[in-house]
C-alpha cells in the first residue's frame, strides 16, 4: 500500500510499505482522512526544537485521522467490525505520576502515532493499527470525513477546560488559525457573552467573524486592549493564546482584568518573553495546555462535532489525495496557511 514515509527534513516520500496486522490488543483501521496539522510543517521544514526534532526516520506520518475498523486483535474484540472511528494518537505507559492521576498526555514516556519518540504509523496510509485505548467510536450523524476534525479540536476544548469558567466571561482569543477558531467555538459553546479574536490575516479575521466573533482585530493596527476596554470597561476575563508571538502574549496580558487568567496553547518553539510586572500587579493567573486528556476531550469533541456546536464543514478548507500530501499540503500550508482552516488528506474510502 502506498504511505507518506518520513526519511527526515523536507524528504517526505509516498512510496509501498506492507499493510498491517492487529497484535493483541490492537485495532486495525481503513483510514478515511487524515488532517495536517501545524506541527506536520514544523517536522517537515526540520524544526530543531520540540516535537519536530523527535520524529523517527522510516515511519508513516499522521496523527489527525478517521477511519473505519476493518480488524480486531486479541482482546480488543469489543468493538464491532465497521465501526467508524477516530484515534487519540498518544502512547503512554500508564504507570508514571502523571499515567496515575489519569493525565495520559503529561507521560514523562509519551510518544504518537506519526513517529514521535517511536516508531508507531500514523494515519497518512490506508491501513494502520493502534492500541484499543486509542479509539473512539464515531457517534451517529457525524460523516467518518469531518470526524478527522476531533483530533485537533480536542486540544482547543482542552484549552478552554483548562480555563476558570466560560459562562458569562468576555474572551479574547489570540490568533484565529485552526486551534484559534476551535477554541472560539468553544467558548461560544460554553456561555462566553463576548469574544475577542486578533489576527494579522485578513482572511483569517473574516473566519473568525463567520465563527462568531463578537470583535475581530488587526493586531498589527489595532491595539486589543483599546478594543477591550471599549466592550468591558475593565478588560477580559479569560484571554486564550495561540500563536506563540512575543507582542502577543502580551497584548493579552494587558488586555486581561485584574486577577483574569491567560491559557497558553501556543506551540513555542523558543522562551517566551512576558511582561511579568504587568501580569504581577494584575495578579492574573497563567496556565497552560498541552493537547488533551483522551478520555475527557474526544467524547466531548466528537459530541459538539454531532450536535453542530463545531461547524465541521466550514473548518475544512480542502480534500487533497495522498499522492499531493507534499506538495499541495504541506507546501501549500508552509507559504499560504492563511488561506486554509483545515486540509484532509483522502487516504481511503
Known sequence: MKAAVYHGPRDIRIEEIAQPEPGPGQVLIEVSRNGICGSDLHTYVGSSTGGASMHVPGVVLGHEFSGTVRGLGAGADDLPLGTAVVVAPIEYCGSCWAC??????????????????????????????????????????????????????????????????????????????????????????????????????????????????????????????????????????????????????????AALRPRGTLVSRAGWQEPARIDMGRAMVKEIDIRFSMTYEPEVDFPVTLAMLASGAFAADAMISDHIPLERLVNVGLEELLHHADRHIKILVHVGQ
Request: charged content about 15%; hydrophobic content about 45%; glycine content about 12%.
Open 100 to 253: 496515575r492521576h489519569g493525565w495520559p498526555h503529561m507521560c514523562r514516556r509519551l510518544a504518537l502515532y506519526g513517529g514521535y519518540r517511536l516508531p508507531l504509523h500514523g494515519g497518512l496510509a490506508p491501513f494502520v493499527c493502534v492500541s484499543r485505548r486509542s479509539v473512539f467510536a464515531v457517534p451517529a450523524g457525524l460523516g467518518v470525513a469531518q470526524a478527522a476534525l476531533t483530533e485537533p479540536l480536542a486540544v482547543a476544548v482542552h484549552a478552554v477546560r483548562r480555563a476558570p469558567t466560560t459562562m458569562g466571561a468576555t474572551v479574547l482569543i489570540l490568533g484565529a488559525g485552526p486551534i484559534g477558531l476551535g477554541v472560539l467555538q468553544a467558548v461560544r459553546s460554553g456561555g462566553a457573552s463576548a469574544v475577542i479574536v486578533t489576527d494579522p490575516s485578513g482572511a483569517r479575521r473574516t473566519a473568525a467573524a463567520g465563527f462568531g466573533a463578537t470583535v475581530v482585530l488587526d493586531p498589527t493596527v489595532d491595539e486589543p486592549q483599546v478594543a477591550v476596554r471599549d466592550l468591558t470597561g475593565h478588560g477580559v476575563d479569560l484571554v486564550l493564546d495561540t500563536t506563540a508571538v512575543h507582542s502577543a502574549i502580551n497584548q493579552g496580558v
